[in-house]
């Protein structure tokens, strides 16, 4: 189901049409200003389309980030999965005594 969702960047208003949850829309509006506003506080002084295109980037490069810790940390998990089956198989097939 659609909702329509108001938000403010960078002092304009938005109505944003979306299938996700409102809350999440707005968190992410939020996240967004955030970021504009650390830019801003850094002393960026740019045309508002290249301060949205450069928070763009950085939030992509955190997700990027994020998703490759997580691939990695999933892999760790697997291995030591991996080794615990074994141990637990060797420990099936032992002679009871």
């Avoid at 403010?8 to 992410?28: H, K």
């Avoid at 740019?46 to 810790?69: H, I, M, P, Q, Y």
């Amino acid at each position: 189901m659609s909702h329509s969702v108001d938000i403010t960047l960078m002092g304009r208003n938005f109505s944003i049409l979306t299938d996700e949850d409102p809350d999440q829309v707005l968190a992410a509006a939020e996240m967004v200003q955030k970021h504009v506003d650390e830019l801003r506080n850094m002393g960026a002084s740019v045309a508002s389309d290249r301060l949205l295109a450069l928070v763009s980037l950085n939030l992509a490069g955190e997700l990027l980030k994020s998703d490759r810790t997580k691939i990695d940390g999933l892999e760790d998990l697997i291995s030591e999965l991996d080794g615990v089956v074994l141990q637990a198989e060797g420990l099936a097939k032992a002679p009871l005594r």
